[in-house]
């Protein structure tokens, strides 16, 4: 048997325990919010350690992780309107994407001002690498709220901000790539001016989305379903993909337009289980994408990447400190550090365009991003929701309460 | 794939479904056509949205004439396939080659829970003749038709008369072959119940693997006499001997442990049937056993050894949805127009002449077993569609036989072809015309989401 159905099989054993996370009430007990244990094995399981998953074998699979990119923008982007059982609150959304952008706006300009003196970046390279960069600070992993949330039983306003601000800070990363996409040359559409592209990107993933949706019909019937969804979605994503834009971007607005399908429910439903079996393969085949073999000033300039992030978010959260998270001090910032899968899919996702050191140093920020954000992300959001009151003790299997998902939908999503 | 009773849809669905489809093939045409300078590295990706999409949506349109939907995904693939519009190329088609394989895995597992002892036991007499009749007269039938038609088949005419009595045995045993993806495929659209379906799907499960046994003797037989020096071996049987019983041992084993897993766990059978349709595949390919004669014995050990039959049923039909539609769709874009253009007229001939051949054996079989009427009329017609075995035993004769490998392996592309595009149609308008065909509603419920507006 080749190496190639080995990994596969790796990979599928991967999706098997991930599908398994994907209850909503599993995740309380164990696994790390942001999944980094997955990106260390696929770290470990890649060339700079054990060498199972060599860098040819990893390449071979490149298609898988562009698929798998662009799926879990399609799941965030039909998700990103409704928390549970509620819709997003607009004003608190409006203050999450707000910070998002912030955030990138800022991590992408020191990058963009330390790039050429630290590690000799110039021209597109240097603009990609710190908007890559940038892309990948912007969003807070709404599994590090969600586990923290379940695991203490949180309830109260802060907790409702934390959710609704990390589901909506999911919109920049997309929307960062798909500009960064449309200022890229080459590409199937050079007379077109860039803020075309971007229209383009985001309009035909919307149009396939809205297409989706129709053909979705009156009566929603599951089986069916499928062969319209992975239809349009593949679809979507090879066009993107051949025309040179943002596959992120046209699946996440490909999401957004679905969710406002009457069906939107169900096809969350739908979708909703298939994010953890796509998220671990991909997260494992981004632990074997880090490279270490970069020059030194390259891991200096990721390095102070990493600190522009900590202390933007820091400051961010003294100043939500005069607002909705009142009383937490610098710990609710801190907990916006949290970043996850979608965040590294981000990076693949510019890695597999821009492949080169620029690709490998926004890996790798996102890669330490990530394992940064477990370390410190969970403690500081804990704390903060302790000082605002909203901590209740969770009996021992009492499921909590599921920020994420109704009940309703989780037991449809555990079975389904 | 849906149930039968999803056609009453209303124009405008139609319009959509139709303006969609317009959609992704001008997508993929603009895509392959005006822009082929750029690469893609998603072309596998691209093709396997459009053939499920396209695929997806012809079937639906056809609907409301009655053809089955498997004739919709096939006409999709031949559409977007290299032969036509080209928007699909042959490099792609043949990257689509493992989801033939999960599909096929897939389809002998289903097929393997559909067969109950209790059904196969009041259906016996009735599978037992018409397998004897049916493997033997179609083999002697077709081969005298071969040899009578041998002056109008070019490679065929000008051969010495025993190596044309070893073709035509070749021939013969390949006429054999039924398509079990067709009649799962038409079964599981039509979710039919009822004699026709049962004796159907029966028989077409046991002639797999009469055929594969058949087809074995006849390359043995045939060796002699169309290669000059070679001698009768019963080494093939040898071989054989181990695959049917090793598949049947590793069926079984494997049958108990999805029944034990289905039981204990039961959950995330999708990815667990992708592991074993990739997966375990590779592994009893490595060690030369028959898939699908593997899978074929687990299902049926799920089914009659243990109480998750259903289950698994269930899971496999759910994952069909969008595989079976890629595997047949991938079939169309298989399919070479232009040999089927070269060849058509004596591919046609003996497509009909088996046609009538089966009808009228079935006929008698039905007769001598006292098969109930249904049977009796339309039994003949879930028995001439042919697709992926008469293909796969069409590459073994080319292999067996270089000399005239090729040729012949043409002639059973271009018939296959035909039968492949006849046969669903057939057997879909019996089991409409028998009444076995649910005409209830499908599944459906209306969508659970609140009407109101979003915030």
């Known amino acids: ?416 | 794939m849906s149930g039968a009773g999803s056609s009453q849809k209303g124009l405008g669905t139609r319009a959509i479904q139709a303006f969609a489809l317009v959609v992704s093939f001008a997508l993929l045409f603009a895509l392959t056509h005006l822009a082929p300078q750029l690469d893609s590295r998603l072309a596998t990706m691209t093709a396997i949205g459009f053939l499920v999409l396209a695929g997806t949506l012809l079937s639906e349109l056809m609907e409301p004439l009655k053809l089955p939907h498997l004739s919709g995904y096939l006409l999709a693939g031949i559409l977007g396939g290299p032969y036509a519009l080209h928007l699909v190329d042959h490099q792609t088609v043949e990257q689509l080659a493992p989801v033939n394989t999960l599909a096929l895995a897939l389809i002998a597992l289903a097929g393997g829970v559909e067969l109950r002892v209790t059904t196969l036991r009041s259906v016996a007499k009735s599978l037992s003749v018409a397998s004897l009749l049916q493997s033997t007269v179609v083999l002697v039938a077709m081969t005298g038709v071969f040899l009578v038609l041998a002056p109008y088949i070019s490679f065929a005419k000008n051969l010495p008369w025993k190596a044309l009595f070893g073709v035509a045995l070749l021939w013969g045993a390949l006429s054999v072959t039924r398509s079990p993806s067709a009649c799962m495929g038409i079964l599981s659209q039509t979710r039919a119940k009822g004699p026709l379906a049962t004796f159907s799907l029966g028989f077409i499960m046991l002639s797999n693997v009469i055929v594969i046994v058949m087809l074995a003797a006849a390359i043995m037989l045939a060796r002699p006499l169309i290669t000059p020096n070679a001698t009768i071996s019963m080494s093939d049987f040898n071989v054989l001997g181990h695959e049917i019983l090793g598949s049947i041992s590793i069926g079984t084993t494997l049958g108990l442990l999805l029944a034990v897993y289905l039981r204990l766990v039961g959950g995330q059978l999708l990815l667990v049937l992708l592991g074993l349709g990739f997966g375990l595949t590779a592994a009893l390919k490595y060690v030369q056993v028959d898939p699908l004669l593997t899978f074929l014995t687990a299902g049926f050990v799920v089914q009659n050894l243990s109480n998750q039959g259903s289950k698994l049923l269930q899971a496999v039909d759910q994952m069909g949805s969008v595989v079976f539609v890629l595997f047949f769709a991938t079939a169309g874009a298989e399919l070479d127009l232009p040999l089927l253009r070269q060849g058509w007229a004596i591919a046609l001939a003996l497509c009909l002449i088996r046609g009538v051949v089966t009808w009228m054996t079935a006929r008698l079989s039905s007769r001598l077993a006292g098969d109930p009427m249904v049977v009796r009329q339309w039994g003949w017609t879930g028995l001439v569609p042919q697709a992926g075995l008469a293909l796969g035993l069409g590459i073994v004769v080319e292999g067996a036989f270089p000399g005239i490998g090729t040729p012949f392996r043409s002639l059973v592309i271009a018939a296959a072809s035909i039968n492949e595009i006849i046969g669903p149609i057939l057997f879909k308008l019996a089991l409409d015309r028998t009444g076995e065909t649910d005409t209830g509603e499908p599944v459906a419920r209306p969508s659970l989401a609140p009407r109101a507006p979003v915030h």
């Open chain 1, 1 to 416: 048997m080749s190496d190639g159905i080995w990994l596969l099989l790796g990979l599928l054993l991967l999706a098997y325990l991930g599908s398994n996370l994907v209850g909503g009430r599993a995740i309380r007990g164990f696994g790390l919010p942001s999944g980094s244990e997955y990106l260390v094995l696929g770290f470990a399981l890649g060339p700079h350690v054990l060498d199972v998953v060599g860098r040819s074998l990893a390449h071979t699979f490149e298609p898988v992780v562009l698929v798998g990119t662009g799926w879990l923008a399609l799941v965030m982007g039909v998700g990103y309107v409704r928390v549970a059982d509620r819709w997003i609150n607009p004003g608190r959304a409006a203050v999450g994407v707000l910070l998002a952008a912030v955030c990138c706006v800022a991590v992408t300009a020191a990058v963009y001002f330390l790039a050429p003196m630290v590690a000799g970046f110039h021209g597109f390279q240097r603009l990609a690498i710190a908007l890559g960069v940038g892309a990948c600070a912007s969003a807070t992993t709404r599994h590090s709220v969600r586990w923290v949330v379940e695991r203490h039983g949180a309830r109260g306003p802060l907790a409702d901000f934390a959710a609704d601000a990390a589901r909506a800070s999911a919109l920049v990363p997309p929307l960062a790539l798909t500009v960064l996409f449309a200022l890229s040359p080459g590409g199937a559409l050079p007379s077109v001016p860039v803020i075309g592209r971007v229209g383009i990107t985001l309009g035909f993933g919307a149009m396939m989305g809205l297409l989706a949706a129709q053909l979705l019909g009156r009566d929603f019937r599951r089986d069916e379903s499928w062969g319209v969804m992975l239809g349009t979605g593949l679809l979507t994503l090879g066009a993107a993909d051949r025309a040179g834009l943002s596959l992120i971007g046209a699946t996440f607005a490909m999401g957004l337009a679905l969710a406002s399908s009457r069906h939107r429910l169900d096809i969350k439903a739908m979708l909703t289980p298939t994010e953890k079996p796509v998220l671990l393969p991909v997260v494992l085949l981004a632990g074997a994408y880090v490279s270490l073999k970069l020059p030194t000033a390259v891991f200096v300039l990721v390095g102070l990447a990493v600190v522009a992030k900590v202390l933007t978010r820091v400051w961010l959260g003294t100043l939500l400190a005069l607002g909705p998270a009142r009383g937490t001090g610098a710990d609710f910032g801190v907990s916006m550090l949290a970043s996850g899968g979608f965040t590294i899919a981000v990076a693949l996702a510019f890695s597999t365009r821009f492949p080169g050191v620029a690709s490998d140093a926004v890996l790798l920020f996102a890669v330490v991003s990530t394992v940064l954000g477990e370390w410190l992300a969970p403690a500081a959001l804990r704390r903060s929701l302790g000082r605002a009151g909203e901590l209740h003790m969770v009996a021992e299997g009492d499921g909590g309460r599921l920020s994420d998902a109704p009940d309703s939908l989780v037991s449809r999503e555990s079975h389904g």
